[in-house]
């Protein structure tokens, strides 16, 4: 019954919709005042979204490099995270850049919790621009140059020229659109009152808590959350002491979008998010238990720099600045064992599946480092499994081979064919499912690059495709190593000293991934056995059809060497 009303809903859902849209419709045709607010909320979110984007575009990189180098060390992160918010404004594109960081491997999680409670103390930079400038002047004056340079330059620039006109687009709706909040909430003044929300009883500081996390949720910035409370608060429509209450609760709001972005992250990425939603809960309880006392301070504070009494847009701009630097006070002695609660609380896996990429997170691909980041530590990893691999089909076990250099006793042991599976099931197993997954993430990178890091990708993208290549080689050289694997075979002293001189590359290569020689060794046997063969054919000590195999595994361990040692990605 329930699957049936649950069938019955979803079919109705394109028809619910649209009556939503023409309800909604309606009640801003009716309502002007409505319809301004709502404008100008939309237009804010929309100036929000060029400005990453643009943001984005013109760090080409940069921004997150910095903050990687930045935040190596915990007493530096905060700074850092509270800067970048500064400066981007938005805690939002922070944190998931943070989580990206953790993810990837870049940042130790003690300092990425740092980054995030910097980032909040960033994010109060926003309230003190709407409350200082953004309500004391008409700024549609200044939105409208803004607003045509932008559309302008986007349709005409390209590169990081358009990445600067996609900045102005979103400073101009930026501005417009908080002048239309303005003008909505004037226009609103004698249709609506909300001094009934005085916050007298203890049960209604929850529940206006309640609303600025609601409110945070559904529009996904707390700085328009903040805008719409600013603009209340300096019209008359809101009390002051209701409107600290809804900063907290935008604070808390915060935390959705790392929690949403935990669902696509690794397990350090959930961490992240997890000391993120601890920070903001603990920092949100305790300026709910000292709202009264911290409103008084922040009068005292307003009274010594020169505020007038009744400026409430800026001493919310300080509140908010106060109660986030007091749970950074609160919290920053207690990073370390926050940050081992949480990787007790999100523990690894315990074995990932061979198939598994470890690092090819969603929220890497926010950021070109992360992105470049996740796709090497990939990349090595099938390296790895491909130097493993290739032992197999040495028929040398790859502990002789990766571990240490390889010996002549442990070539010249007897081989049992049984023992040894097929290169190409083993690909099909452990190299083929991961290689997949680097391509599809590969193929979901769209953000841009400098061309160092486009040089870098297109370098890892071709190693890749030369690894394989170097297996399809020791996929065919296997076969014919078993055929002569018998102790008898006239091929099995030539087939060991190729073995051998192969399994030397590959064990410099595994130490030393810029090595360049490791076909030495090769090239030494391939030059004895072309003058041996000769000498055996000539003294028919060899059979011309057996020779002939023998020169075409020769050439086969030189393509495997030769695709080996094409330039690492890493010198890209």
């Not at 390209?158 to 600067?164: E, F, H, I, N």
């Not at 926010?366 to 992105?371: I, K």
Request: with cysteine.
């Amino acid at each position: 019954m329930v699957l049936g009303a649950s069938a019955a809903l979803t079919a109705r859902r394109p028809t619910l919709e649209l009556l939503g849209l023409a309800t909604a419709a309606a009640l801003l045709v009716a309502r002007l005042d409505i319809a301004t607010l709502a404008a100008g909320l939309g237009l804010f979110l929309w100036g929000m979204t060029h400005l990453e984007d643009a943001i984005k575009r013109l760090s080409g990189g940069t921004l997150d490099r910095w903050l990687h180098a930045a935040t190596r060390r915990t007493s530096r992160a905060i700074g850092v995270g509270a800067l970048a918010t500064a400066l981007v404004q938005s805690s939002s594109l922070v944190t998931l850049l943070a989580m990206s960081f953790v993810g990837a491997g870049l940042v130790a999680l003690p300092a990425g919790i740092a980054l995030l409670f910097g980032a909040n103390l960033g994010t109060t930079t926003g309230a003190w621009l709407i409350a200082g400038f953004g309500l004391k002047a008409s700024l549609a004056q200044y939105a409208m140059p803004l607003l045509a340079l932008g559309l302008l330059g986007s349709r005409l620039l390209q590169g990081s020229r358009a990445g600067l006109a996609g900045l102005l687009l979103g400073v101009g709706l930026l501005l417009l659109g908080i002048d239309f909040m303005k003008l909505g909430f004037e226009t609103w003044q004698d249709g609506l009152s909300l001094d009934g929300l005085a916050g007298e009883r203890l049960w209604h500081w929850p529940l206006l808590v309640l609303f600025g996390v609601t409110a945070t949720v559904v529009m996904q910035s707390s700085h328009a959350t903040l805008l719409i409370t600013l603009t209340a608060l300096a019209s008359g429509q809101l009390p002051y002491l209701p409107a600290l209450a809804i900063a907290i609760g935008a604070n808390i709001g915060t935390t959705v979008t790392a929690v949403i972005g935990a669902f696509g992250a690794s397990t350090a990425g959930r961490r992240l998010a997890g000391a993120h939603v601890i920070f903001n809960l603990v920092t949100a309880a305790v300026a709910l238990a000292l709202l009264l006392p911290m409103a008084g301070l922040v009068d005292r504070i307003a009274q010594l720099i020169g505020l007038a009494p009744d400026a409430w847009p800026l001493k919310l701009a300080l509140f908010h600045t106060l109660f986030n630097g007091l749970g950074i006070a609160l919290m920053l002695p207690f990073i370390p064992r926050l940050a081992a609660y949480l990787e007790r609380l999100f523990p690894e896996p315990a074995r990932l599946a061979p198939s598994q990429a470890r690092y090819l997170d969603t929220t890497a691909l926010q950021h070109a480092d992360t992105a470049l980041s996740a796709i090497e530590q990939e990349c090595r990893r099938l390296e790895r499994r491909t130097y493993h691999l290739l032992a197999s089909a040495l028929l040398v076990p790859s502990s002789e081979v990766i571990g240490h250099p390889p010996s002549r006793a442990v070539i010249a042991a007897p081989i049992d064919p049984e023992a040894w599976p097929p290169v190409n099931t083993r690909y099909h197993e452990r190299i083929k499912p991961l290689m997949a997954e680097i391509l599809d993430f590969y193929s979901r990178i769209d953000m841009p690059l400098t061309d160092d890091q486009q040089a870098h990708l297109e370098a890892l993208y071709a190693r890749t495709l030369r690894l394989v290549e170097a297996v399809r080689f020791g996929e065919v050289l296997q076969r014919s190593l078993l055929r002569h694997a018998a102790a008898a075979s006239p091929l099995r002293e030539a087939h060991d000293d190729l073995r051998l001189a192969v399994a030397e590359g590959l064990n410099r290569l595994a130490n030393d991934p810029t090595a360049a020689d490791i076909g030495a060794p090769l090239e030494e046997v391939r030059r004895h056995w072309q003058h041996e063969m000769a000498e055996r054919l000539r003294h028919q000590r060899l059979d011309p059809w057996l020779a002939s195999s023998l020169m075409n595994d020769l050439h086969q361990a030189s393509r495997l060497t030769a695709a080996l040692a094409s330039p690492p990605a890493a010198e890209a």
